[in-house]
């Protein structure tokens, strides 16, 4: 079972940036849904963002939408979220998911509906 990577968390001061990647190993990469979710402490597992690789179609929670910005690097196997005017609300472990088969647009946020996972990436928002 192909290992997702995610790479590029770490801590930032509010306001500031911190860029994401998510590499999907092997050669389905190109017919993947890339999602991004986050988990706090005492929080459920929220979804912030997906992608359609195929379709280049993408999708954003409300909490982040006009702020965080997915897209993907097909010479790579990697998408990217730009996480761009952080908030200490967004402070977290975030995770990104595969799923290499079809997926209805509404569902692209529901942890549920992906069955690759990496280990996470944390994320940390304070001045």
């Known amino acids: 079972e192909e290992v997702l990577v995610e790479s590029g968390g770490g801590s930032v001061q509010p306001g500031g940036s911190l860029r994401l990647a998510c590499t999907v190993p092997g050669d389905r990469y190109l017919h993947s849904i890339i999602g991004w979710f986050r988990q706090s402490p005492g929080k459920e597992r929220e979804g912030v963002a997906g992608i359609y690789i195929a379709g280049r179609k993408s999708y954003y929670a409300d909490s982040v939408k006009g702020r965080f910005t997915i897209s993907q690097d097909n010479a790579k196997n990697t998408a990217i979220l730009e996480l761009n005017s952080v908030n200490p609300d967004d402070t977290g472990m975030y995770y990104c998911?595969?799923?290499?088969?079809?997926?209805?647009?509404?569902?692209?946020?529901?942890?549920?509906?992906?069955?690759?996972w990496g280990r996470g990436t944390q994320v940390t928002v304070s001045s």
């Open positions: 998911a595969a799923q290499f088969g079809p997926m209805n647009a509404d569902r692209t946020l529901m942890s549920d509906e992906y069955d690759h």
